[in-house]
């Protein structure tokens, strides 16, 4: 059982407190789904990103399985690592498609729990689905420590391969944050060459803007895999839901997180 790392910190401990919050995230939200094959969404605190993050949410679709692509902030386990132990979250307990982690096995993708143990990114977006579609689907939590083009392009073939020859209906989930610490208008800025290679589906430009600008995406690696898998089922178009910033919250606008919710259809 891989058990809440971040509850109480990021998002509220108690289920009742949790659902309070995701029902505030939601709040003037339609929730109005979408036939969405990929999605970018936030993982800082619900009070920061909760509501960019819901915007993804409020569009999506029921899947059997949502495979879930997250950084790995902590250096803990394997480069690519895939968790198969059940993971419990204030809301209950959700089940890893095992089918499609076995179908990994040789790969590039270890199967380890040390790389998820601590890790938030991954972690955050679970109460989101739960609220949305109670315990009722499978996920694939797929923590990349190594983020280079060709290791995410490597994993979202991998991923894609599997779900094309499963025959499941599977939604990717990339967990990214956009530019970090940087002033409201910079952030901004950057964030919007990023986003605009994203909404082209360009995993190269993504690299290039990336580089060029220094920018501190956490999630360059999970967003590429992302937008490889949903490529390769047939995505074609990428549209930004809402763009914002920890200060908007906060108040200081010196030195601010990004925050975007992107969907791939």
Known sequence: MRQPAVA?????????????????????????ERDILG????????????????????????????????????????????????????????????????????????MDELGHRYEHSIEVQLPFLQYR?????RILPICLGMQDEE????VGSLIANLVSKSGKKVTFIASSDFTHYQPANLARETDEEIIEAILNLDVSGIYER???????VCGYGPISAMLTASKKLGATRAELLKYSNSGEVSGDMDAVVGYAAIVVE
């Open 8 to 32: 109480g910190q990021f998002y509220p401990l108690r289920p009742e407190n949790l659902e309070k919050e995701l029902k505030q995230c939601f709040e003037g939200l339609e929730i109005r």
């Open 39 to 110: 999605a970018v969404c936030p993982h800082a605190g619900y009070v920061y990103s909760g509501r960019v993050a819901a915007h993804v949410y409020a569009a999506l679709s029921k899947a059997d399985t949502y495979v879930l692509f997250g950084p790995n902030h902590t250096g803990y386990g394997s480069p690519v690592s895939v968790s198969i132990d059940t993971w419990k979250t204030p809301l209950g307990s959700l089940e890893v498609d095992r089918e499609l982690a076995e179908g990994l096995s040789g790969s590039i993708i270890d």
């Open 133 to 137: 579609f109670d315990q009722d689907f």
């Open 151 to 154: 290791t995410a392009t490597e």
């Open 210 to 216: 990336l580089y060029r600008r220094n920018a501190s």
